[in-house]
T-cell receptor, first 112, second 114 residues
């Protein structure tokens, strides 16, 4: 049981390109989250989803788009990548009745 | 606004000693939850322990305990009998009522020396 998988694990792209980071869960947790981790900032929430077709902005949503057509998938798209979006991106999930968020392994993104 | 502060950028501890990692929080919401996560050098985020604001007793999970002092708004992580494998970044986080997001502190890098 893989739990949460993220793909790709590493990505190098160029400024202006569109990039999609994938997140897949096998637990059927209702909540899914995208965080970014930058030095000196800890983790910051980009977007989250309470259920399929329900998404909401987090702390740093600008430049990102999400969708959730199926419960198990929560892709994050950078519409036109910028160097400031170089970061480590974590997907997380949470069951509706639980407190704890569980994190995927992360995707390291470098924007040149 | 909710905020988490971890004032120790780095800590060095001898193996087998106990270690306390500091975390203070700021919220006006009476209902909230506090979490600690461990991030080893491999990069994954590992959940360690949770404390609810209405919990009467301090949370414990094996060698981890959370020293919850509500009046002081602190939620320090205590690791007993530290091991070399405890070397990692440790993040304190908070969730407030009505919000699903976690607010994280900047982390403390713990190094256990043999």
């Amino acid at each position: 049981d893989a739990g949460i998988t993220q793909s790709p694990r590493y990505k190098i792209t160029e400024t202006g390109r569109q990039v999609t980071l994938m997140c897949h869960q096998t637990w059927s947790h209702s909540y899914m989250f995208w965080y970014r981790q930058d030095l000196g900032h800890g983790l910051r929430l980009i977007y989250y989803s309470a259920a399929a077709d329900i998404t909401d902005k987090g702390e740093v949503p600008d430049g990102y788009v999400v969708s959730r057509s199926k419960t198990e998938n929560f892709p994050l798209t950078l519409e036109s990548a910028t160097r400031s979006q170089t970061s480590v991106y974590f997907c997380a999930t949470k069951a509706g009745f639980e407190e704890t968020q569980y994190f995927g392994p992360g995707t390291r993104l470098l924007v040149l | 606004a909710q905020k988490i502060t971890q004032t120790q950028p780095g800590m060095f501890v001898q193996e087998k000693e106990a270690v306390t990692l500091d975390c203070t929080y700021d919220t006006s919401d009476p209902s909230y939850g506090l979490f600690w996560y461990k991030q080893p050098s491999s990069g994954e985020m590992i959940f360690l322990i949770y404390q609810g604001s209405y919990d009467q007793q301090n949370a414990t999970e094996g060698r981890y305990s959370l020293n919850f002092q509500k009046a002081r708004k602190s939620a320090n992580l205590v690791i007993s009998a530290s091991q070399l494998g405890d070397s990692a970044m440790y993040f304190c986080a908070m969730r407030v009522q009505g919000a699903q997001k976690l607010v994280f502190g900047q982390g403390t890098r713990l190094t256990i020396n043999p």
